[in-house]
Nanobody
């Protein structure tokens, strides 16, 4: 059974940093692209970043590019999202999402509900 468990969400001041973790189990880590979506109240879900654990290639949405960095620890089956220079508009529930296949497929599937999902972790950025 695929399981994704997020942690690290909390309240932080604007300009601060935070690292989210997604611990994965129940599947072969290298066979999946794993990333992060976020959803703020009243807004559409946004795919913000993804990494291919097999080759380290990564994707970032324009809204986080240059501020967020995704990484993976294949020994721990864990994906991290380092978030720097946080802004109030980064406030959202952040969900870990995994999809079997390459990074390109994860990106092409944005807008679908084909992913395996974690339970979400709340990030709140105060101004």
């Amino acid at each position: 059974e695929v399981q994704l468990v997020e942690s690290g969400g909390t309240l932080v001041q604007a300009g601060g940093s935070l690292r989210l973790s997604c611990a994965a189990s129940g599947f072969t880590f290298d066979d999946y692209a794993i990333g992060w979506f976020r959803q703020a109240p009243g807004k559409e879900r946004e795919g913000v970043s993804c990494i291919s654990s097999s080759d380290g290639s990564a994707y970032y949405s324009d809204s986080v590019k240059g501020r967020f960095t995704i990484s993976s620890d294949n020994a721990k089956n864990t994906v991290y999202l380092q978030m720097n220079s946080l802004k109030p508009e980064d406030t959202a529930v952040y969900y870990c999402a995994a999809l079997p296949g390459p990074l390109k497929l994860w990106i092409l599937s944005l807008g679908s509900n084909e992913y395996y999902w974690g339970q979400g972790t709340q990030v709140t950025v105060s101004s």
